[in-house]
């Protein structure tokens, strides 16, 4: 029978709860930077290769602290958890923009 540490699951999933939500926001700052620039593959990037290196830092760090790979679990779960979130607001902020250029 597996046995799961708890401790280090909540771990990884309390940490990567705000990681995940900072990595998104990232995310929304680098495309807008991107689409208002006149070299947006610049911008592209180096959002994408800070964003990335602070969420795999992070990880390593609490999957270090925690002593245990179920905290990695806890910290992948939040991940997902915060990725849902972001394509659910990006969906409902899509349909009320298209919903208000109908009356026009």
């Known amino acids: 029978m597996i046995s799961v540490d708890w401790h280090a699951a909540l771990l990884g999933l309390s940490v990567g709860v705000p990681v995940s939500a900072l990595f998104f926001a990232g995310l929304a700052w680098g495309m807008q930077r991107a689409l208002g620039s006149s070299r947006p593959a610049l911008w592209l990037m180096v959002s994408s290769f800070s964003r990335i290196a602070i969420l795999l ?22 991940f997902f ?24």
């Open 81 to 104: 958890m915060a990725r849902l979130v972001a394509i659910l607001w990006a969906r409902m902020g899509k349909a009320s923009a298209t919903t208000g250029q109908e009356g026009t």
């Open 57 to 78: 830092a992070v990880g390593f760090w609490v999957t270090f602290i925690a002593g245990s790979n179920w905290a990695v679990a806890g910290y992948a779960l939040a």
